[in-house]
């Protein structure tokens, strides 16, 4: 099992750029999440789904972050655009009905 | 909404010395977990306890799952520096819910 796995580790982008963050589930998993990590704020869940479909996306910041599950296996999240204080690690994490989550190892985005 | 307040928030201890951190809640879970992000990477599950009481050991550490459902400890035992990195409690209220997590604890440890 490879476990969660995100893209890219990290990205450096100007203001304004489009910015796209990937994340492929474990397979069987039927829970995608999309966590934003900063030292101010900590974890902060942003969006998640439950067999593809977004359940509460009430922790997306603003219009301008959106997150796409095609299909059990892909996600991605979309910051258009980008501002520096969107500079954040952000996580994917899945998981089955029980148990805990399952993180990916991150995005580190940086926004200049 | 719950809340899950996690202490002490930071700790830089000298290798060999015990650790202990907590979490407490407002309102009752059915399941606590704890979790640890090394540097760079994601936080990983450590350990779950699913009743309360529950008292379980994973090698140095030993979690456990109080009583009034409200609360959770880890410790870990003789620290050693591969222990450095954020510890995290996270509860949930049933299956298919969702983790609420606490604000973390940062584990420093000098050789």
Same mark, same amino acid.
């Given at each position: 099992?490879?476990?969660?796995?995100?893209?890219?580790?990290?990205?450096?982008?100007?203001?304004?750029?489009?910015?796209?963050?990937?994340?492929?589930?474990?397979?069987?998993?039927?829970?995608?999440?999309?966590?934003?990590?900063?030292?101010?704020?900590?974890?902060?869940?942003?969006?998640?789904?439950?067999?593809?479909?977004?359940?509460?996306?009430?922790?997306?910041?603003?219009?301008?972050?959106?997150?796409?599950?095609?299909?059990?296996?892909?996600?991605?999240?979309?910051?258009?655009?980008?501002?520096?204080?969107?500079?954040?690690?952000?996580?994917?994490?899945?998981s089955?009905t029980e148990g805990g989550y399952?993180?990916?190892?991150?995005?580190?985005?940086?926004?200049? | 909404?719950q809340?899950l =307040?996690?202490?002490?928030?930071?700790? +830089?201890?000298?290798?060999?010395? @015990?650790?202990?951190? &907590?979490?407490?809640s *407002?309102?009752i879970f059915n399941t606590w977990l704890?979790?640890?992000?090394?540097?760079?990477?994601?936080?990983?599950?450590?350990?779950a306890l699913y009743?309360?009481?529950?008292?379980?050991? =994973?090698?140095?550490?030993?979690?456990? +799952?109080?009583?009034?459902r409200? @609360?959770?400890?880890? &410790?870990?035992?003789? *620290?050693?520096?591969?222990?450095?990195?954020?510890?995290?409690c996270a509860g949930q209220l049933g299956a298919g819910n969702m983790l609420t997590f606490?604000?973390?604890?940062?584990?420093?440890?000098?050789?």
């Open positions: 099992d490879a476990g969660v796995i995100q893209s890219p580790r990290h990205e450096v982008t100007e203001m304004g750029q489009e910015v796209t963050l990937r994340c492929k589930p474990i397979s069987g998993h039927n829970s995608l999440f999309w966590y934003r990590q900063t030292m101010m704020r900590g974890l902060e869940l942003l969006i998640y789904f439950n067999n593809n479909v977004p359940i509460d996306d009430s922790g997306m910041p603003e219009d301008r972050f959106s997150a796409k599950m095609p299909n059990a296996s892909f996600s991605t999240l979309k910051i258009q655009p980008s501002e520096p204080r969107d500079s954040a690690v952000y996580f994917c994490a899945s089955f399952t993180f990916g190892s991150g995005t580190r985005l940086t926004v200049v | 909404g809340q =307040n996690q202490s002490p928030q930071s700790m +830089f201890i000298q290798e060999g010395e @015990d650790v202990s951190m &907590n979490c407490t *407002s309102s704890w979790y640890k992000q090394d540097p760079g990477e994601g936080p990983v599950l450590l350990i009743k309360a009481g529950e008292l379980t050991s =994973n090698g140095r550490l030993t979690a456990q +799952f109080g009583i009034t409200k @609360d959770s400890f880890l &410790n870990i035992s003789a *620290s050693i520096p591969s222990d450095v990195g954020i510890y995290f606490g604000g973390g604890t940062r584990l420093m440890v000098k050789p």
